[in-house]
């Protein structure tokens, strides 16, 4: 008998996000980020990293139109998923 893989949980960021504050939103509710997740780059790292169960997927979809919305943080929190999803095999991040 083999063993089901369990199903990600998945959070999709739309192109037209425009704050931060909305990304935190989104990824907290669909991924159910703990009570305690201090709603900055420093403490999404460290909670998908090692807070919440897998598996995860992030979508962001036309990760230009984000990065361009949300300037310098847009570049930022991009680069900070692309680094978790090196770190952790369950998570995986897709760009569009």
């Given at each position: 008998m083999t063993?089901?893989?369990?199903?990600?949980r998945r959070?999709?960021?739309?192109?037209?996000?425009?704050?931060?504050?909305t990304?935190?939103?989104i990824l907290a509710r669909d991924l159910a980020l703990p009570a305690h997740f201090?709603?900055?780059?420093d403490a999404l790292y460290d909670a998908l990293t090692g807070d919440v169960a897998g598996p995860l997927e992030i979508v962001v979809t036309d990760a230009k139109a984000l990065e361009r919305n949300l300037g310098k943080?847009?570049?930022?929190?991009?680069?900070l998923l692309r680094?978790?999803?090196r770190a952790r095999k369950d998570l995986r991040i897709t760009e569009t």
């Open positions: 063993k089901k893989s369990a199903k990600a959070a999709v960021i739309p192109a037209a996000t425009a704050s931060l504050e990304v935190y939103d201090g709603r900055n780059l943080k847009g570049r930022a929190l991009l680069d680094e978790a999803g």
